[in-house]
């Protein structure tokens, strides 16, 4: 009885795979919500670039060179919306379009996190 | 606490998915009674040399019998597994896991609190008030979206989402000081 039933759980999962790849799934509407948090994440973005174009004014004035570790701090402060845009997009593959949105939602307040991390870190 | 295999058994036999028998007596016996005929069959002439020693082989109605209880099977599969309480070790793990985010809640809570407001208020204080308030959000987020969208899938998904967001949600600002 429950190796049948494991079978069948088996099967069922085997038959779910292959709806699961792509973005196919994602339909009009699925990119319009994709599209409208890309404006969003956008915020971020803007913040993030922000932050780089006056990072590295303010060591110019000064007449520092940057070093290595202070680009990587701030460029990744600067990619961190792209990678968890990226990320979430991919997440929601798989899922309806008011579950995308709710990843979406928690990507953003995902990216404030990794960023005051990295703010913290610096 | 119910013991779940206890469960199982009241609902089943054992053998009671051996392939070579019918899902119930009735129509096993009629297959029975149908077999001598079938081997005296004319159309089923070719084979009626091996049936001796071989049992009958699947008819189209078999066949169908056999898809419609996997069919079954794979339902109330479905229906178990939708319906399946937790185990109480996964219940343990969801309690650590959520105090955990708890903490961490606290944690990005006292990071905004201990913020000084600057004596002059320009839009980046403001981004970052914002950022803060977003990193307070971030845990309980998580944590209740994790749980609302891995409610249809495997609890394997459930604990690899929220260790994840262990791993992601860590309250830096509050652990160097700030």
Redesign the interface.
Known sequence: ??????A??A??LQQEKPAKRGFSTFGRSGWAIAVLFAFLYAYHLW?GLANLVGVVSTFSSFGVEMGGSVWTLVIAYAAVPIVVYAAALLVGRT?RNG?RA??F??G??????????I???A | MSDRRDD?EA??WAG??DPTLSPEGLPAREADAEQPTRLTDGLAAPAASTASTVPARPTVLDEAEDAED?AA??E???A??AGAQLSSAALIGLGVLGGIYLLYTIG?IV?FSRYQTPITVDFSVV?YR???S??V??SP??FV?TL??TQRRDARYRFLWLVIGVL???P??F??G?
Do not use: C, K, N, Y
């Open positions: 009885m429950t190796d049948a039933a494991g069948g759980r099967s069922t913040g899922l579950e709710v990843v939602v928690v953003f307040a995902v990216v404030s996190v990794i960023s005051l991390g703010l913290a870190i | 199982d609902l089943g009671d998915d996997r099977e794979r109330l599969a479905d178990e597994t990005w990071s981004t914002i950022a803060q977003l990193a959000a971030a987020l998580w979206s609302l969208l992601v949600l860590v830096w600002p652990l160097m700030f």
